[in-house]
C-alpha cells in the first residue's frame, strides 16, 4: 500500500470540506495578525548543547498506529521547553494522525519555543489555514509536489512571514527542493510511501546539500548513538517524534539526547 497516495487524496477531501466552514479570502484576513517566532534562525547554528532537538507532539502514526492519544499537548510542549527543546513540531493530520483541531494552539500557547506545523500541505489554503493557526513554520514534503508548487509555497510563505521546512526522502526530492529555492531541509529517513526506515538516509543525503542549505534529520533517531552518528556527517538539527512521545519523561529524555556518550 501506498501510504502517502492515500493520505493526499484524503486530504484533498478534508480542504474541500473545510472550505465550506472557512473560506481562503477569510483565512487570508487572519494570515498576520501573529508574531511570528524564529524557526530557521534558530536552527541555522548548533545550540549550547551542540544540536537543537525539534521534538514532536504525535499521537498516533499510521505505520505503528497509536503512540499516546491522550496527550495533553500544552503539558508535553512545556516539558519540551523544560527539556531544551529548540523548537516543537506539532502533527496536525486528524485522519492517519489522530490530531486534534486546537493541539497546535495549546501547545504554541503553553511555550516560548517557535511552533512547526507539520501536515500534509498541497494547497495554498492551507497556507493561509497555518498562518491562521499561527504556527512559526510549516512542513512542504518535496514527494508530494511539483517545483513550481514549492517556489510558489515558498514565496506566499515569505509574503506572510512564515518559515518553511522542506523535508526530501530521496536525491530526486532534493534536486526539486533545491532547485525551488529551499533553504532548510528534512531529510526523512522513512519513506512515506512504504513507511520503511533506514538511518542512514540523512547521512547519505547530507553530503548532496548545496552550501548555505540547512540539514535537519528526521525519524527513526531513538538515542544518543543516532545524534553521534549524524553530527560526524555535519548534521546538527533533528526532528525527533515518537520515542520522545513514548518515554516516560520528555524533559529528561530530550535532556539524555543532548549529552555525549549516553
Known amino acids: 500500500m501506498d501510504f502517502l497516495a492515500k493520505i493526499v487524496e484524503n486530504k484533498k477531501s478534508e480542504i ?8 481562503e479570502s477569510l483565512l487570508r484576513d487572519e494570515a498576520t495578525k501573529f508574531k ?5 534562525n534558530k536552527l541555522s547554528k548548533p545550540g549550547p548543547s551542540g544540536i537543537n532537538i525539534i521534538a514532536e507532539i504525535k499521537r498516533a502514526s499510521p505505520s505503528k498506529g497509536s503512540l499516546r492519544p491522550d496527550l495533553d499537548p500544552a503539558e508535553y ?3 519540551y521547553e523544560k527539556g531544551g527543546a529548540a523548537a516543537i513540531s506539532v502533527l496536525t493530520d486528524k485522519s492517519f494522525f489522530m490530531a486534534k483541531p486546537d493541539d497546535l494552539i495549546r501547545a504554541r500557547n503553553a511555550s516560548t519555543l517557535p511552533v512547526l506545523r507539520k501536515d500534509f500541505i498541497i494547497s495554498s489554503y492551507q497556507i493561509y489555514e497555518t498562518s491562521a493557526m499561527g504556527a512559526d513554520a510549516l512542513l512542504l514534503i518535496a514527494r508530494i509536489l511539483s517545483k513550481e508548487q514549492i517556489k510558489n509555497y515558498l514565496a ?3 509574503e506572510i512571514g512564515i518559515d518553511v521546512l522542506v523535508e526530501v526522502h530521496s536525491g530526486k526530492d532534493l534536486q526539486t527542493a533545491s532547485d525551488a529555492g529551499a533553504r532548510l531541509i528534512g531529510i526523512n529517513n522513512r519513506n512515506l510511501s512504504s513507511f520503511e526506515t533506514d538511518t542512514e538516509n540523512a547521512v547519505r543525503i547530507s553530503g548532496l546539500l548545496n552550501p548555505g542549505q540547512i540539514a535537519v534529520a ?3 533517531i531513538t538515542g544518543r548513538p543516532d545524534i553521534e552518528k549524524n553530527l560526524s556527517s ?3 538539527n533533528f526532528l525527533i517524534g515518537e520515542s520522545i512521545v513514548r518515554s516516560g519523561n520528555p524533559a529528561e529524555f530530550i535532556k539524555s539526547l543532548t549529552v555525549k556518550g549516553t
Do not use: V
Not at 511570528?36 to 530557521?40: A, G, W
Open 16 to 23: 474541500g470540506e473545510r472550505k465550506k466552514l472557512f473560506s
Open 36 to 40: 511570528r517566532r524564529p524557526f530557521i
Open 77 to 79: 510542549a512545556a516539558e
Open 156 to 158: 506566499l510563505c515569505g
Open 218 to 220: 528526521a525519524s527513526g
Open 234 to 236: 555535519g548534521i546538527y
